[in-house]
């Protein structure tokens, strides 16, 4: 079967890092997307990785293993507004992306 | 960039209405949408897949007569939840899917909050 595990809360202090990971099995594999959720709206898109490594952009960065179905989003420099919920979405073989909860961060002052 | 645009944003209705949500595609041209829905605290929940000029590929569990879905042009795909009860609230969510984007294939729009009475 297909599955997305991310840790369901995660709480962080303004300025600091956080790390939040993602382990995934998908039926093939188009790459992986980590998208941003703030409450009662739709995701916004964040990142896209497809080949193994780190990608970044601004203060968010993204890293795959294919080998390991493992991908992390760090975020930097934290601000208040990054108070959201963080959805990691591999993208399967028929180019559906995967869905799972995930994970809730709580950015404290 | 691509934007995805739906419409209403926001519905209240009585028990029993039927209720048409649209999803356009603004700049480009999807020839496949995604519908999601999404209760609280809860992840997407895929409902469909609606492809241009052919019947949509409804998810297990998902029932066809309820949840009609048309894709009648490039630029449009609709969503008309039939007689619409309480358990059918949620928050909807279309998206577009563009197979030349690269890095984004998939655009959404901003969803549609649908109450029930």
């Known amino acids: 079967g297909q599955n997305i595990d991310q840790p369901t809360e995660m709480t962080a202090t303004e300025g600091a890092i956080v790390q939040i990971n993602c382990t995934y099995q998908t039926s093939g594999f188009n790459g992986l997307f980590w998208y941003q959720q703030h409450a009662g709206e739709a995701p916004t898109f964040l990142s896209y990785?497809?080949l193994d490594g780190l990608e970044e952009k601004g203060r968010f960065s993204s890293f795959l293993s294919r080998s390991k179905g493992y991908s992390y989003l760090l975020l930097k420099e934290l601000q208040m507004k990054d108070s959201a919920s963080y959805l990691c979405?591999?993208?399967?073989?028929?180019?559906?992306?995967?869905w799972g909860a995930g994970t809730k961060l709580i950015i404290k002052p | 960039g691509a934007v995805v645009s739906q419409h209403p944003s926001w519905v209240i209705c009585k028990s029993g209405t039927s209720v048409k949500i649209e999803c356009r595609s603004l700049d480009f041209q999807a020839t496949t949408m995604f519908w999601y829905r999404q209760f609280p605290k809860q992840s997407l929940m895929l409902m469909a897949t609606?492809?241009?000029?052919?019947?949509?590929?409804?998810e297990q569990g998902v029932e066809k007569d309820k949840f009609l879905i048309n894709h009648a042009s490039l630029t449009l795909s609709t969503l008309t939840v039939t007689s619409a009860h309480p358990e059918d609230s949620s928050f909807y969510i279309c998206s577009a899917l563009v197979p030349r984007a690269g890095n984004q294939p998939q655009h959404f729009g901003d969803g549609t909050r649908l109450s029930i009475l």
């Open positions: 990785n497809v």
């Open positions: 609606s492809n241009e000029g052919s019947k949509a590929t409804y």
């Open positions: 979405a591999p993208m399967d073989s028929n180019y559906q992306l995967i």
